[in-house]
């Protein structure tokens, strides 16, 4: 098992090395699977089967509904866990490789990006070093020019288009690059001379699309109160995704095959050119019905191009269905259209104009925050009920096809290799490939080193910002039932999206011994020696499996935040929903662009986390006394509870640690987390 | 990769390809279609002949310049299109968006 060794180089950075485990762990890791889930499972059917106290249905069963909750998420990290995969030394480079790197942008300071170009620029194995601004500034671009770094911004395609943030960024400067392999990094994070020789090699598959390799930050003290490092993800997790071909992508300090993102980029723009040019001509058919209809009622002079318009969007639909390429088909009706249209003499020029706005608020939309396109069936049933000069009906017609023709009018380049479903493109990019039939590899040796956010505001804002954009892609295309995928990616993908539930768990698990301490209230049957003797031995191989699969790592942290940022969780899930399903803004919150020097206690960040810890000592005091007056009679419960209350506040005790953290340097200034591109590092809460 | 552009009869335009045409060439071949249509010959057809391998930036080369076509109220079609070729259009379903056309008269055929 590979893991830090706490050993430092020579720039005085820990460092992970290749380091074999030690031979049995595999097995020693299966057997503990097999018997926590066992276990596990025996527990949580006898909580169902014999011990739910259905009297009190309305705690009772969210309790059992947490604890299967949790019996799934540990099924889950059980099949992860099931096919850690070690790969060791990289196969050597292929000689004659062309990589381009590049460094992604947007408005940290130019020393922080041009030391990151820098290093890029000193990787030993032959390469190009571009740097992508996305803020497009021109102290940036000189100081790229001074040290001899490629400078690439957004071509003026992308003016007054959705530009897709990160994803955009990348897209764009695919189509001025031409190198077969590219390495990503974010601002922040500084490679190691020899990433490119240690990760190229991998690509001797020519089915593998994708190498990752960890993310580490070094602006970290030894206790890494806010939580920043991933070492359980970027460790057992990753190395149990790729056993399964499931390795993910992390936005950075990875290195992509072209032909894999460009094949992506295809099969995309065909499948987003059908669907919207078959609901634009379906739209265009119920306009023109309607326009017809009032034509042969008023018998209008023009009643026959109208009805010829009409003919050609039916017949363009037929041919779509019938399988007839969509460039084929729109091409020969926006022919048709636009002769009926010369056939025609505008009479009167004011309803035109009134019909040529009415076009200018056409259902195609953009997405303020994803900057997703998106047709908007209800501005599409608008437009079709819409009273319509004639001349103004073809108009439209046209336009509505054209905006969603096959060249992509609404884009600023027809084709989006990296996905823009989502806040986070790096997952939905990662499951796309896999849906191809692409391999990814995690490589897991430090090679590049980084900077995490250094106050509690912002790391909220970039775990919340991951949360959101890792739901949206569960939600807009889950993976369970995702074509291409094999049964374990399926699963290694909704493992992660699953964990992102477990702040409604931990409210039930903050809830559930309140209510007993104070109103001895009971969800479950017996606290007393039966409860114990079904739920310690799975919770005993539970810790023991965590324990010796994450020997040597700092678990804990992770393992604390995965339930104290509850409320950061339960916001994440329904802001994401309602994003995904009612269209609704994702909520901003504004980010300080530096740290702020010396702030006040950030109380209002953490007013749920301070309600609960008072409720839980409050509860703790009342049932303690109300055993001693004798109106509990149950010493055993309350000793569990307490036990229980006690684990509770341990794990909610990391926030207020982290709201105290300052960070020792003052003199950074750089906050490597804004809304565009942040260390894109995903944190599983395992 | 050879490109030749020499052929424009009015507004049709034929593009003949000679070679591989991957990420190497693709900017190039935008970059000529483009100049093309910019000169008046916004009916393009690309005859693909004689390529002998052709990748996914080849393909987005194709779409990018498709683009540019209709953008100046012209087309870009196909023609002459190889298994190996016709593999990679199949692959990515780019031939549920592009019709390949059997000869450069059969794609210029009723523009």
């Known amino acids: ?686 | 990769m050879e490109i030749d552009t020499s052929d424009v009869r009015g507004k049709v335009a034929v593009v003949r390809l000679d070679g591989r045409l991957n990420m190497v060439a693709a900017p190039r071949l935008k970059g000529a279609i483009e100049d093309l249509v910019d000169h008046g010959g916004t009916h393009v057809v690309v005859d693909l002949t004689a390529v002998t391998f052709m990748d996914s930036s080849g393909l987005g080369a194709l779409i990018a310049a498709l683009k540019k076509a209709r953008q100046a109220q012209g087309d870009l079609r196909i023609a002459g299109v190889n298994e190996q070729v016709a593999t990679v259009l199949k692959l990515t379903n780019l031939d549920r968006v592009l019709r390949p056309f059997e000869s450069v008269e059969a794609a210029a055929d009723g523009w």
Not at chain 1, 330 to 345: G, I, K, L
Not at chain 1, 560 to 583: D, E, H
Request: glycine share 6%; aromatic share 10%.
């Open chain 1, 1 to 686: 098992m590979t893991r830090p060794t706490g050993a430092a180089d020579v720039t005085g950075i820990p460092e992970f090395r290749l380091v074999k485990s030690y031979p049995g762990k595999h097995l020693l890791i299966r057997v503990l699977v097999v018997l926590t889930l066992t276990l596990g499972t025996w527990y949580v059917g006898w909580r169902w089967l014999f011990s739910v106290n259905w009297a009190n249905w309305w705690i009772a069963v969210p309790l059992v509904v947490a604890e299967t909750y949790a019996l799934v998420d540990a099924y889950l990290f059980g099949l992860t866990m099931w096919r850690v995969k070690e790969r060791g030394e990289p196969p050597l480079p292929p000689p004659d490789a062309t990589v381009d790197v590049f460094v992604c942008t947007y408005n940290e300071p130019v020393e922080l990006v041009l030391a990151t170009a820098r290093a890029a620029k000193r990787i030993e194995f032959p390469h190009e070093t571009w740097i992508l601004d996305d803020g497009d500034r021109p102290d940036m671009r000189a100081a790229a020019a001074e040290h001899g770094i490629g400078y690439i911004t957004r071509s003026d395609d992308w003016t007054d288009r959705p530009r897709h943030a990160k994803a955009g960024n990348l897209n764009n400067a695919l189509f001025q690059t031409q190198g077969e392999y590219m390495l990503i990094l974010d601002a922040d994070q500084v490679p190691d001379p020899r990433i490119l020789d240690r990760t190229l090699g991998w690509f001797e598959d020519p089915k593998v699309a994708l190498v990752q390799t960890p993310q580490f930050f070094v602006n970290v003290t030894e206790s890494d109160p806010l939580g920043s490092q991933a070492p359980l993800f970027y460790g057992p997790i990753q190395q149990g995704k790729d056993g399964w071909n499931a390795a993910f992508f992390c936005g950075s300090n990875a290195v992509l095959r072209r032909e894999a993102l460009m094949q992506l980029g295809i099969v995309g723009y065909v499948k987003a050119t059908e669907e919207a040019v078959r609901d634009a001509l379906a739209t265009a058919a119920r306009l023109m019905s309607r326009v017809v209809r009032e034509a042969r009622r008023t018998s209008d002079p023009s009643l026959g191009t109208l009805a010829a318009v009409e003919t050609a969007v039916r017949e363009a639909r037929q041919r779509l269905s019938a399988g007839a390429p969509v460039a084929d088909v729109t091409y020969a009706f926006q022919q048709r259209v636009d002769a009926a249209a010369r056939s025609m003499v505008a009479k009167d020029m004011r309803a035109i104009e009134d019909d040529l706005k009415a076009i200018e608020e056409l259902g195609v939309d953009i997405d303020a925050e994803l900057g997703v396109v998106v047709v908007d069936e209800d501005a599409l049933d608008r437009l079709a009920e819409r009273d319509w000069s004639p001349l103004g009906a073809i108009e439209s017609v046209r336009e509505l096809v054209k905006a969603v023709d096959v060249d992509r009018d609404d884009e600023a380049q027809p084709m989006m290799p990296l996905a823009t479903v989502s806040v986070t493109e790096d997952m939905a990019t990662c499951m796309r490939l896999h849906t191809l039939g692409w391999k990814s590899v995690y490589h897991h040796e430090q090679l590049a080193h980084g900077l995490a956010p250094e106050d509690l505001r912002t790391m909220l804002q970039q775990r919340l910002r991951w949360a959101q954009g890792t739901i949206q892609v569960m939600l807009r295309e889950n993976p369970l039932v995702q074509k291409g995928l094999t049964l374990g990616q399926r699963l290694m993908y909704f493992a992660t999206m699953w964990s992102y539930l477990s702040g409604f768990a931990a409210v039930v698990f903050i809830a559930a011994p309140v209510i007993y301490l104070c109103f001895g209230i009971l969800p479950v049957k017996a606290f007393g020696l039966e409860f114990l003797i079904h739920f310690v031995p799975f919770m005993v191989a539970n810790q023991l499996l965590f324990f010796v699969v994450g020997y040597g790592v700092k678990t804990w942290r992770g393992q604390q935040y995965s339930m104290a940022l509850f409320p950061l969780w339960i916001r994440a899930c329904w802001t994401a929903a309602a994003n995904v399903f009612l269209g609704r803004p994702l909520g901003f919150v504004v980010t300080p662009k530096t740290r702020q020097a010396r702030q006040p206690f950030p109380w209002r960040l953490i007013i749920p986390q301070t309600v609960a810890v008072a409720v839980l000592v409050l509860a703790t005091l009342i049932g303690v006394l109300r055993l001693w007056t004798g109106a509990s009679q149950a010493p055993i419960g309350t000793f569990v509870n307490v036990l229980w209350v006690a684990y509770d506040l341990l794990i909610l005790s990391v926030i207020f640690r982290a709201a105290a953290f300052r960070a020792p340097d003052d003199d950074v200034e750089t906050d490597p987390a804004h809304d565009d591109a942040p260390t894109n590092a995903r944190q599983e809460q395992a």
